[in-house]
Nanobody, 129 residues
C-alpha cells in the first residue's frame, strides 16, 4: 500500500530552522509531483511548495519564498522541506502529498493534483519564543 510518512516537526524559536522529511513507500518520489501543504487552526489547508515530475521545477508560496526549499532524494525515496528564518505565522500542521498520475514538470500550489494521490499524516511545526 503506497504511503507517505512525515517527520521533523517540532517547537522552534522565531528565526530558527527545521527540516521536514516525507518518506515514501510503494512509489517513487522522483517520478511524482510532490507538494507540501500546511493548515493552521481555523484556517484552510494551503499550498506551501511543490516540485514537478522527474527533475521538474519548484514553486513556492509568496509567504515562504526565499526561506523554504523543497527537494527530494531518489535514493532514499524521500522528499524534504527545509525551512529557515521561521516566523510565528509559519505555525501549522504540515502535510506532504504525492501525485503519482501527474507527469507535469511544473506544479501549482493547489490540492487538485493530489486528489487521486497520497497524503501523509501531518507533522506539527510550532514557532514560538
Amino acid at each position: 500500500q503506497p504511503q507517505l510518512v512525515e517527520s521533523g516537526g517540532g517547537l522552534v524559536q522565531p528565526g530558527g530552522s527545521l527540516r521536514l522529511s516525507c518518506a515514501a513507500s510503494g512509489f517513487a518520489v522522483d517520478y511524482s509531483v510532490i507538494g507540501w501543504f500546511r493548515q493552521a487552526p481555523g484556517k484552510e489547508r494551503e499550498g506551501v511548495s511543490c516540485i514537478g515530475f522527474n527533475g521538474g521545477s519548484a514553486n513556492y508560496a509568496d509567504s515562504v519564498k526565499g526561506r523554504f526549499t523543497i527537494s527530494r532524494d531518489k535514493d532514499k525515496n524521500t522528499a524534504y522541506l527545509e525551512m529557515n528564518s521561521l516566523k510565528p505565522e509559519d505555525t501549522a500542521v504540515y502535510y506532504c502529498a504525492a501525485a503519482t498520475r501527474v507527469w507535469d514538470t511544473s506544479c501549482v500550489l493547489s490540492k487538485r493534483p493530489y486528489e487521486n494521490g497520497y497524503w501523509g499524516q501531518g507533522t506539527q511545526v510550532t514557532v514560538s519564543s
